[in-house]
């Protein structure tokens, strides 16, 4: 198992960044693919973003390409969520989830462990 507490969170102005962090518990850090999910209020999860096992693959939903970047340092049991050129609609909860067999996945039920999630507010 792993237990996965993300962080980063907060109110920003339009156009400006952000960074989440997803730290996951245990040794075995690296052997789970990590995708980022939000939910805005009354819709469901959406994807973001999904990085592989190692780190040299990585997915992104189309609304966030060119603006978000996923990276992790398995040293540090990290996952991470640079968020730049924020707009208003991408104010939701950001959640990290954790996938023990196939690196990539755009579907919630695809990841086995999530964290509790961090509030990003993006003001207009």
């Known amino acids: 198992q792993v237990q996965l507490v993300e962080s980063g969170g907060g109110l920003v102005q339009a156009g400006g960044s952000l960074r989440l962090s997803c730290a996951a518990s245990?040794?075995?850090?690296?052997?789970?693919?990590m995708g980022w999910f939000r939910q805005a209020p009354g819709k469901d999860h959406e994807f973001v973003a999904a990085?592989?096992?190692?780190?040299?693959?990585?997915n992104y939903a189309d609304s966030v390409k060119g603006r978000f970047t996923i990276s992790r340092d398995n040293a540090k049991n990290t996952a991470y969520l640079q968020m730049n050129s924020l707009k208003p609609e991408d104010t939701a909860v950001y959640y990290c989830?954790?996938?023990?067999?196939?690196?990539?996945?755009?579907?919630?039920?695809?990841?086995?462990?999530w964290g509790q999630g961090t509030q990003v507010t993006v003001s207009s």
């Open positions: 989830a954790a996938n023990r067999l196939v690196a990539l996945r755009t579907t919630p039920s695809s990841y086995d462990f």
């Open positions: 245990g040794r075995t850090f690296s052997s789970y693919a």
């Open positions: 990085i592989n096992k190692s780190g040299g693959g990585t």
